[in-house]
């Protein structure tokens, strides 16, 4: 029997958490307007949004991060005050944050049991009763996973695992994942929706906020939109197409492939040849790797991530010395240059994790804007910063990329993932470039964001600059690239015209597959 054909009273006692008008004012900003959401028993309910539209501060409200300035919320039919998140997994609600909360340095099971932990008589921590419960756990949920592995040397897909565990390992039924396949590959994303399957038929509830809408039509049970801190519709997944949902979240026609012409590549911009890279336990993750980009032309790089796509932009942007080979820009080494003498060459970097490389959290909007040209004028003169330049210049960018914040003064640590992606794009290609190298550009972004970055990252290719596109999403691959060069175990295996290729093929490339 479809929702649809439950009666209302049938509905209500399936009900395991409902909120009711909840309004969320920040300083200039109404992130949630009188917002209404249902979940019920064993469902996944995706929950769509462009950046901004509220559903990151709804679910903080819901997981008690935030108290909502009116409104109610129930959980599992009764009215509860949240006053911090330990009430909310009190309660049984646990939340996976897009940022993963893990201690790299300790094993899966201590992190899992961290605040709850397995003691023995005299307070001692019982590391086997934890380790054995944790791999229970894993076992019961088909969340297969080492409680005696060490976090930050697992995959990301792995460290989502654990994350779920440790929702799991404090009893929740209602579970919250916020953008949970921002950071993984395609094969980790179908795991993922495996393991949700696999929770809700044990009776677990499942919130998903994504933007990536062949997820939403793959996996949910049903589809709740906001837009502007609003809920504005509700629907079925058998109902809806990736067109209506984008129109949805926007509030208009959204074009989900950007036109482009053929590109007219001209003078090679950046040459590789044989670059050798080490990563920081001196294994080699670089093998060799050759390639060349023109100037007027996009190469894409594909691959499953962990395959040295991270290690090949740490080198080529200067956070990463190569330990042999060469690259070239315009003619010039530059094997061993720090990121500034690259950046005044005129490469812009927009980095695969925003919050670690590309911004300072603490500065704000308009300090962000400038990192990488505040000590050239117009942004300093005799000395000394110019406010009236830097503020000038940083509103055109929010103005012009659309970055949603209240101020440009706000600290930048306060905006949503996809602003701060934003931010980081305005300030790169916001300027006159020769080579843009742009690692998971769209990472976190909404269909609306994204159609405004490929847009630009296309502009770019057009007006002459070099692009390398670093993308571990084969449509963000397949659309914007003209030729793609698909890496494995630290190679480029094979190299092919992307108006050849097919997402078939490709993904055969990933997996080491070359006849």
Do not use: W
Request: with cysteine.
């Amino acid at each position: 029997m479809s929702p649809s054909n439950i009666s209302p009273t049938s509905q209500a006692s399936k009900l395991v958490l409902e909120t009711q008008g909840i309004t969320k004012r920040f300083p200039g900003v109404l992130a949630n307007d009188r917002v209404d959401l249902t979940l019920r028993r064993g469902e996944i309910l995706a929950l769509l949004g462009e950046n901004g539209a509220g559903k990151s501060t709804l679910m903080n409200v819901v997981y008690g991060l935030y108290q909502a300035d009116s409104g109610e919320v129930f959980v599992k039919g009764s009215p509860v005050r949240l006053q911090n998140p330990r009430d909310a997994i009190s309660l049984g609600v646990g939340m996976v944050h897009q940022h993963f909360q893990l201690v790299p340095v300790m094993t899966v099971a201590e992190n899992v049991i961290l605040g709850a932990e397995v003691t023995r008589t005299g307070g001692l921590i019982n590391h086997r009763a934890a380790a054995k419960q944790v791999a229970d756990l894993s076992r019961r949920y088909g969340l297969e996973v080492d409680p005696t592995a060490t976090v930050e040397d697992l995959p990301v897909g792995i460290q989502q695992r654990v994350e779920i565990i440790k929702a799991l390992y404090r009893h929740a039924d209602v579970l919250i994942l916020d953008e949970p396949t921002a950071v993984l590959t395609p094969h980790e994303s179908q795991e993922l929706f495996q393991i949700m399957r696999g929770l809700t038929s044990q009776g677990v509830s499942i919130i998903f906020i994504t933007h990536k809408l062949k997820e939403v039509l793959a996996v949910a049970d049903r589809i709740m939109v906001m837009r502007a801190g609003r809920m504005v519709g509700e629907t079925m997944p058998d109902e809806s197409t990736e067109k209506s949902l984008a129109s949805m979240m926007v509030g208009r026609d959204v074009l989900l492939q950007v036109e482009k012409m053929p590109a007219n590549p001209e003078k090679t911009v950046l040459s590789v040849d044989g670059l050798v890279c080490l990563d920081d336990r001196k294994h080699r993750v670089l093998n060799g790797v050759s390639f060349e980009v023109r100037s007027g032309e996009i190469l894409g790089i594909a691959g499953v991530q962990g395959n040295g796509q991270t290690e090949l932009v740490e080198v080529l942007t200067g956070l990463r010395f190569a330990a042999g080979g060469t690259f070239q820009f315009d003619g010039k080494s530059f094997r061993k240059s720090n990121p500034r003498r690259i950046n005044e060459a005129g490469a812009g970097h927009i980095p695969e994790n925003r919050q670690r490389y590309g911004m300072v959290l603490s500065y704000t909007v308009a300090e962000n804007m400038i990192l990488n040209r505040y000590y050239d004028a117009p942004f300093t003169r005799t000395m000394m910063l110019d406010q009236t330049a830097i503020e000038t210049y940083a509103s055109a960018l929010v103005e012009e990329f659309d970055v949603r914040t209240p101020s440009i003064h706000t600290p930048s640590g306060s905006l949503s993932g996809g602003n701060q992606q934003k931010l980081v794009v305005a300030r790169e290609v916001g300027r006159k470039l020769r080579l843009l190298v742009a690692a998971q550009p769209t990472r976190g972004l909404d269909v609306g964001s994204i159609e405004f970055i490929h847009r630009r990252i296309v502009d770019e290719r057009d007006a002459g600059v070099a692009v390398l596109l670093v993308s571990s999403e084969l449509d963000e691959i397949l659309f914007l690239a003209d030729r793609i060069a698909v890496m494995y175990k630290g190679k480029i295996i094979a190299t092919v015209a992307a108006d050849q290729a097919t997402r078939d093929e490709l993904g055969l490339l990933m997996a080491g597959i070359t006849t």
